[in-house]
């Protein structure tokens, strides 16, 4: 592993261990220093500010459970994109599911059409009530595809559909969370696709249930300037995707993205959520890749 290490991670472990403890620059500090909730003596190398999450669908042929343990043993706390019959696999090794899903949720059928409204409702309550049942806070959602639609009317139709679901979604303490994806590369005609649509939908809703889900990876392609957006957007946002750009692979130093100094800038902004791998690994070894995806976004 210690061969794809990229150079910021030996020049921040070497500084780890010169300037807090002197160890070796890949042993950590030591158990007491590090948030129990996140880790344990076997993966002490992770500082514990950051809640490391992974999307699953990155990592399909590996069973579940096989795949549940390895993330519990690397330090990660939750698996994103889990359906409700999954659940229960992530949480009899010690994770969470931190962003649940379900087959009906939809990239491109989503609220911004009416005509989805009263359906989209329904599923959601179910998926709502399931989720505050395993104590699940974040359930995603779409806005859909625009279809020819304007973005003020998509707002609006987003607001009419969303409201009565955050009430609902409010009584059993979940959040609602919209991703922002690119319509560039990955999904053409996705109207919530710049991080300014999707803060004036938050703004309109007035919810505080309601927040974005940002994608490093999709608006890298779409408008650059992460760090500052995310500087001053942070208060609508409650989860982060990763991913090297362009391609979507591993987010070392193959990719245009400084992904230590975002996760710093995302630290520094009082988060507390989770930051979830989501790219396609090309290692032989996928987990090494991904352990490698964890090691570069801890602080």
């Not at 931190?98 to 491109?108: E, G, H, V």
């Not at 392609?221 to 750009?245: K, L, S």
């Amino acid at each position: 592993m210690a061969d794809k290490l990229n150079r910021r991670i030996m020049l921040k472990n070497l500084g780890l261990g010169a300037g807090i403890l002197s160890i070796s620059s890949f042993s950590g500090v030591i158990a007491s220093e590090l948030s129990t909730s996140q880790t344990s003596s076997e993966h002490s190398s992770l500082s514990g500010k950051i809640k490391h999450s992974v999307c699953r669908w990155c990592y399909q042929d590996i069973p579940l459970d096989r795949f549940a343990k390895a993330c519990a043993k690397m330090g990660i706390v939750a698996i994103d994109l889990l359906k409700p019959s999954e659940w229960e696999t992530v949480e009899k090794e010690g994770l969470v599911c931190s962003m649940a899903t379900d087959d009906f949720a939809s990239i491109t059928e989503g609220f911004n059409d009416p005509s989805n409204h009263q359906k989209l409702q329904e599923q959601y309550k179910g998926l709502i009530k399931k989720a505050s049942e395993h104590k699940i806070k974040n359930v995603i959602c779409f806005s859909g595809n625009r279809n020819g639609m304007d973005e003020e009317t998509g707002i609006k139709n987003c607001v009419s559909g969303l409201s009565p679901l955050l009430d609902y979604a409010e009584k059993h303490q979940v959040n609602l969370v919209m991703e922002l994806l690119n319509s560039k590369v990955d999904h053409p005609d996705y109207m919530c696709d710049h991080t300014a649509w999707g803060v004036k939908l938050a703004e309109s809703l007035n919810k505080s249930n309601f927040k974005l889900l940002y994608d490093i990876y999709h608006m890298q392609i779409m408008e650059g300037d992460v760090i500052r957006t995310i500087r001053e957007n942070h208060q609508f946002i409650n989860h982060y995707h990763t991913g090297g750009v362009p391609g979507r692979h591993e987010i070392n130093d193959s990719q245009e993205l400084n992904y230590p100094a975002i996760i710093q800038a995302i630290y520094d902004t009082g988060f507390n959520g989770y930051v979830a791998q989501e790219f396609i690994p090309t290692y032989e070894d996928k987990l090494a890749a991904l352990k490698e995806g964890i090691e570069i976004c801890d602080i």
